[in-house]
């Protein structure tokens, strides 16, 4: 890929750099003039594509593999969200991987610990637990865990509960990608609830108050992110603040002792849209996956415009356009998103920048 521009690779082919290019070539090596145009690229071009996932499509689907398949011979019961850019890496969006899990009541998977890091998104349904390292953390709509890498953990639905969806969240192409993958599952298939349930809740969710209790793990000490106070301090920014232009009301779940992402490489957010409000556009690096926790609107991602409805995810990839508006004038919208932001950022990747007219045409 030749490029007339200064400072650029633009060598034209001659027989002699045929013959010296395959002489090379013999030696597994090559000409980097050859290709430097198409591995630096000027700026970011993903491979994925924006997608929506529309949950009304999904559900039935969903809930027939409870007939064909039990957690214990499936590991877990989960369709898989795929990106037509990415089937290969199974990644919903650059290196981000989701899928929706379903468990009837009284029914557990298998413990197990893997070196990707995960959460779950609770979608519907009542009596989902999920044990991590031996703390058990009960969890209802809206509400999300961490089951961060290297921790033993295994998800379960109480035998009173009801039919449970969950998205589950991971960096599995990420860690692939880096080639550090090894998965494990426990030796007993269960592990002991050593701990109070909900303990970490009580120990690390009290607001702007940091406990006395050490932790040295490298992710956040709270495992569980609970939808009502979230909700409840999404509203009362909005009461007293805009929020961002690209945004509206956003804000990130973090490590509430050190005020940083929640794991190392997956970050997350929940995000309020006012009634009726439209946000102008952005792009930044870094890939997201969106859940519509409440409300009905549209995103306009690369260009093109994707309506959602609760319970629909989408993706951004990264470096691509997008905006988001809430199309009702009563009620607000809250967007879910877990995304790759701190690896963006902890290797030093980051940069944002706005539209400049404010809106793509779409
Ligand atoms: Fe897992
Ligand atoms: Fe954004």
Known sequence: ?????????????????????AAIDRLDAGALWTVANRIEPW???????????????????????????TPERAGRRVVYLVNPGRREDVAAVGRLYTGLQVMNPGEKASAHRHSTSALRFIMEGTGAYTVVDGHKVTLGRNDFVLTPN???????????????????????????????????????????????????TALFAAPALRPAEGWDKPYSPLLKYEWAPTYDSLCRHAEVAEGSAFDGVLMEYVNPLTGGPVM??????MQRLAPGARTRAHRHTGSAVYQVAK?????VIGGRRFDW???????????MWHEHANASASEDACLFQFNDLPVMRALGLYREEALADGHQAA
């Open 150 to 200: 290297g921790t033993w953990h295994e998800h379960g639905v109480e035998a009173g509960g009801s039919v449970c969806i969950w998205q589950d969240g991971l960096d599995i192409p990420l860690v692939n990608t880096l080639e550090a993958n090894f998965f494990e599952v426990h030796p007993e298939l269960a592990q002991p609830v050593s701990h109070p349930v909900d303990d970490t």
């Open 295 to 299: 409300g009905v609107g549209y995103s």
């Open 264 to 269: 190392p490489t997956i970050g997350a957010a």
């Open 1 to 21: 890929m030749r490029e007339a521009v200064a400072g650029r690779a633009n060598v034209e082919e001659t027989p002699e750099l045929a013959e010296y290019y």
């Open 309 to 319: 409805a609760e319970r629909d995810i989408f993706v951004v990839p990264s470096w």
């Open 43 to 69: 700026e970011p071009a993903s491979t994925s594509v924006p997608m929506l996932w529309r949950y009304a499509e999904l559900r039935g689907h969903v809930l027939r593999s409870l007939e064909l398949v």
